[in-house]
């Protein structure tokens, strides 16, 4: 089952930090290396830190060496949404949050699972339940 989460910008930028709301509102990117779950390696969910939607089990992640926190599937691929992304003269698949439409990174077909996808994540799109696996 997927919540639709629709609020307003002023609802976003009340609710996020500003670095939340740059990548999950704005389709911004982190800077390699700097977020809080590039290593982590905590066994747990990681919801969507906009809506709180379960994207990512600890148990796909995968050091990338890219500087982002990387998965090699969705927890459920219905609570993701994929898109052409264009931007910046690439061609890339970014993933979002299906639930509340915040931007989540990029999908590439260079990963080490099954699939051989890398699901590249922004950290700060992101919170680490670990009450939950
Ligand atoms: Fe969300």
Same mark, same amino acid.
């Given at each position: /089952?997927?919540?639709?989460?629709n609020?307003?910008?002023q609802?976003?930028?009340?609710?996020? !930090? @500003?670095?939340?709301?740059?990548?999950?509102?704005?389709?911004?990117?982190?800077?390699?290396?700097?977020g809080r779950?590039?290593?982590?390696k905590? *066994?747990?969910?990681?919801? =969507?830190a906009?809506?709180?939607?379960?994207?990512? !089990?600890? &148990?796909?992640k995968?050091?990338?060496g !890219?500087?982002?926190p990387?998965?090699?599937?969705?927890? *459920?691929?219905?609570n993701?949404e994929?898109?052409?992304?264009?931007s910046?003269? /690439?061609?890339?698949?970014?993933?979002? =949050?299906?639930s =509340?439409?915040?931007?989540?990174?990029?999908?590439? &077909?260079?990963? @080490?699972?099954?699939?051989?996808?890398?699901? =590249?994540? *922004? !950290?700060?799109?992101?919170?680490? &339940?670990t009450?939950? *696996?």
């Open positions: /089952m997927t919540t639709q989460v609020k307003t910008e609802e976003w930028r009340q609710e996020l !930090s @500003p670095e939340q709301y740059a990548v999950l509102r704005g389709k911004g990117t982190e800077r390699p290396f700097t779950f590039v290593d982590t905590d *066994n747990g969910v990681y919801r =969507c906009g809506c709180g939607a379960e994207l990512f !089990s600890s &148990d796909t995968f050091d990338s !890219s500087g982002w990387s998965f090699t599937e969705p927890k *459920n691929t219905e993701v994929l898109h052409e992304d264009r910046h003269g /690439m061609v890339r698949t970014e993933v979002t =949050c299906k =509340c439409g915040g931007h989540l990174g990029h999908v590439f &077909d260079d990963g @080490p699972g099954p699939q051989g996808q890398r699901y =590249c994540i *922004n !950290s700060c799109s992101l919170d680490l &339940d009450s939950a *696996n």
